[in-house]
């Protein structure tokens, strides 16, 4: 499975652009990356995927690195509900889906 | 619509009872998932359900029971519960392989 790498945690400012990076370097190249994240007292939540090209939709951007070993989630303007717990999830095409301890995002306002 | 339903959402147990965690999905999802979440750390699978009929271990299943009742319903059971499954406990739904999963809210159980 692939592993990666996320900061602990990252601070932003309300209504500023937040990038947050994962790094996935053992990833093989029919993996997709999954981005979710988890508001406090509630389930994760799906944000994004891609493949190779970046990708774009209501709630986020992903930006992936044209070697495939690192991408880069993207919130256009951080509101105080964008605060979570961010997990960058490599899919490897099966169904064991493996969480790790991913990026705790505080937004200030 | 209702999405993924888990009931309870709540439940204490004593040591050595057993426990059935529901969960329901109106979404037509294939796959079906449970995990635990211990504080402080990110979601593990106990067990997984491809496709109706089909269940398989994930990376903790040891203390858990599951059956893929039909396609809408995943059941998580606790035969004989023990402290150290006090956790949360999350059911997810997804269209199969390498597609989004669909979570519910959760089901916090704290064992005594």
């Known amino acids: 499975d692939a592993k990666t790498t996320q900061p602990n945690s990252m601070e932003s400012n309300e209504e500023e652009p937040v990038h947050l990076p994962c790094n996935h370097s053992?990833?093989?190249?029919?993996?997709?990356i999954h981005w979710y994240r988890q508001l406090p007292s509630q389930g994760p939540e799906y944000v994004i995927h891609g493949l190779t090209s970046n990708v774009n939709n209501r709630m986020a951007s992903l930006a992936i690195a044209e070697d495939r070993k690192s991408s880069t989630l993207i919130l256009h303007r951080a509101t105080l509900r964008d605060a979570a717990v961010y997990y960058c999830?490599?899919?490897?095409?099966?169904?064991?889906?493996?969480f790790g301890a991913g990026t705790r995002l505080f937004v200030k306002a | 619509n209702a999405g993924v339903t888990q009931t309870p959402k709540f439940q204490v147990l004593k040591t050595g009872q057993s426990m059935t965690l529901q969960c329901a999905q109106d979404?037509?999802?294939?796959?079906m998932y449970w995990y635990r979440q211990d504080p402080g750390m990110g979601l593990r699978l106990i067990y997984y359900s491809a496709s109706e009929g089909t269940t398989d271990k994930g990376e903790v299943p040891n203390g858990y029971n599951v059956s893929r009742l039909n396609k809408r319903e995943f059941s998580l059971r606790l035969e004989s519960a023990a402290p150290s499954q006090t956790s949360v406990y999350f059911c997810?739904?997804?269209?199969?392989?390498?597609?989004?999963?669909?979570f519910g809210d959760g089901t916090r159980l704290s064992i005594l």
């Open positions: 979404m037509n999802h294939n796959s």
């Open positions: 999830i490599p899919n490897t095409g099966g169904f064991k889906t493996i």
């Open positions: 053992t990833i093989s190249g029919t993996d997709y």
């Open positions: 997810a739904g997804g269209t199969g392989l390498a597609q989004p999963q669909h």
